[in-house]
């Protein structure tokens, strides 16, 4: 199984943007679909985006648009570019790797979940992303 390491949070204004960076390590990266999920004080995780291992991707309907996440399956390297940034985009950001992802009968390939935490058995410690008013 493969784990995995965050970077790139920090403080930022409204309307800015940051890069956060999920290192992985560990054998068969190119399998696994990357999540990127956040925690704000109070909340439940939610899921913001995930990458499937052929590089589809996929966002939640709050951040579509703002947020682009890609990976470097060379560098075993997963990204969330995140533009425009709102205070209530203010949380821990994680990612979190799931085995192959979601088999859809009858579609080729995988698709990934930005709904359940559940479906992801390896995740990062986390980074933290301020977004000030």
């Known amino acids: 199984e493969v784990q995995l390491v965050e970077s790139g949070g920090g403080s930022v204004q409204t309307g800015g943007s940051l890069r956060l960076s999920c290192a992985a390590s560990g054998f068969g990266f190119g399998d696994y679909a990357i999540a990127w999920f956040r925690q704000a004080p109070g909340r439940e995780r939610e899921g913001v985006s995930c990458?499937?291992?052929?590089?589809?991707?996929y966002y939640q309907d709050s951040v579509e648009g703002r947020f682009t996440t890609s990976r470097d399956n060379v560098k075993k390297m997963v990204y969330l570019d995140m533009n425009s940034l709102k205070p209530e985009d203010t949380a821990v950001y994680y990612c979190g790797a799931e085995r192959y992802g979601i088999r859809i009968p009858g579609v080729p390939g995988f698709s990934c979940s930005v709904q359940l935490a559940s479906r992801y058995t390896s995740w990062g410690q986390g980074t933290q992303v301020t977004v000030s008013s």
């Open positions: 990458v499937t291992g052929d590089g589809g991707a």
